[in-house]
Each structure stands twice: as C-alpha cells, then as structure tokens.
C-alpha cells in the first residue's frame, strides 16, 4: 500500500515538475492539478493503488485525467505523458530548474539562444559573458 502510494506521488511530483518546464508557467492548470493531486493522495489514508478511477476522482484534489494516469501507472507501471516529457528534457536540464531564480521560461531561454542543457553549459555560457547579452537577464 505505501509503496503504490509513495510511486504514485513520485509520478505526480515529476509531472508537475516536467509539465512547469514545458509549459514555462509554474502557475498553470496542469501543473496546479498535479501539485493538488499529490498534495490530496499523500492525505489520503487508503490503499491509492486499490482505487479505480471513478474512487479516485472522488478525492478532492484528484481530477478525471490524473486518476487516469494514477491507474495507467498501478496497472502498467509507466504514464506514457511521463515518459513523453522525460524525453524531452533530460534529467540535466531538469536540475537547471532547481537552480534557484532560475524558472521555467528563463531555462527556456536559455535552451534556445544559448544551446544550455546542463550546469555544465550553464557556467561555459557564464564564463563567456553570454548570458548577459539575452534580453531580461
């Protein structure tokens, strides 16, 4: 019980988490109904993974879609929306986002003008001043 609990909040961390990258906005809906979610099952005192998607939902906090990838993660163990945003960006540009002061659309900024994708480009592009030539930084 604790274990497709504990999965299912690690699931819903790292889709707020992606989702915020992919977005640019850390305020958007989807990102907000994942924080809530996990925020609702970690509350929850049953067993998450014996739940269907219509019990699911009936935790506030949980909308239709997010039940669904609860059940698409207990019944196959992978979120296909998951793995999509994994490939996307890599667990180096992922720890760019933990940077403090450092959010979503800057990162995205970054990525596109300066080619950043890991600390490592981060302080090449620091260390060559390029940085503060981009607009806003």
Request: glycine content about 8%; aromatic content about 2%.
């Amino acid at each position: 019980m604790a274990e497709a609990k504990q999965d299912v909040l690690d699931m819903l961390r790292d889709l707020a988490e992606l989702t915020e990258l992919d977005e640019g906005a850390p305020q958007s809906f989807r990102v907000r109904a994942y924080e809530s979610a996990a925020f609702a099952i970690a509350a929850h005192p049953g067993d998450i993974g014996a739940l269907s998607v219509k019990e699911l939902q009936q935790i506030s906090g949980v909308g239709k879609g997010t039940a669904q990838k609860i059940r698409e993660l207990i019944e196959t163990g992978r979120v296909a929306k998951l793995e999509a945003l994994r490939r996307k960006h890599p667990p180096a540009v992922v720890a760019l986002l933990r940077i403090q002061g450092l959010g979503p659309k800057a990162l995205a900024k970054l990525r596109a003008e300066l080619g950043v994708a890991s600390i490592d480009d981060l302080r090449r592009a620091l260390a060559e001043h390029a940085v503060r030539d981009l607009a806003g930084f």
